[in-house]
């Protein structure tokens, strides 16, 4: 199996998003509390999962690494982010 790696702002597009190009944000945080200092700040990155935005939006989503495929620039419009459009 090959493992995908993306860098933050990578395009990809996404399985189950048809015609949506997103930029790739970075890997999945998760907090590990530590019963001894609570206010320590510790954090696993899971790089099984995917933090992705879609062109155009403000929301993050946390997608397995496994539904990403590489995007051309060229594939989306850079306005609207979908896959196709010929405006730009």
Aim: charged share 30%; aromatic share 10%.
């Amino acid at each position: 199996m090959t493992t995908k790696t993306f860098e933050r702002g990578d395009h990809v597009q996404v399985k189950g998003f048809p015609g949506v190009a997103f930029w790739f944000v970075g890997y999945a945080e998760r907090r590990v509390l530590d019963p001894w200092d609570p206010l320590q700040d510790t954090y696993d990155i899971d790089h099984s999962t995917a933090v992705v935005r879609a062109v155009g939006d403000d929301l993050d989503r946390e997608i397995d690494m496994d539904r990403l495929e590489p995007l051309d620039r060229d594939a989306f419009c850079g306005g609207c982010g979908q896959i196709g459009c010929g405006h730009g």
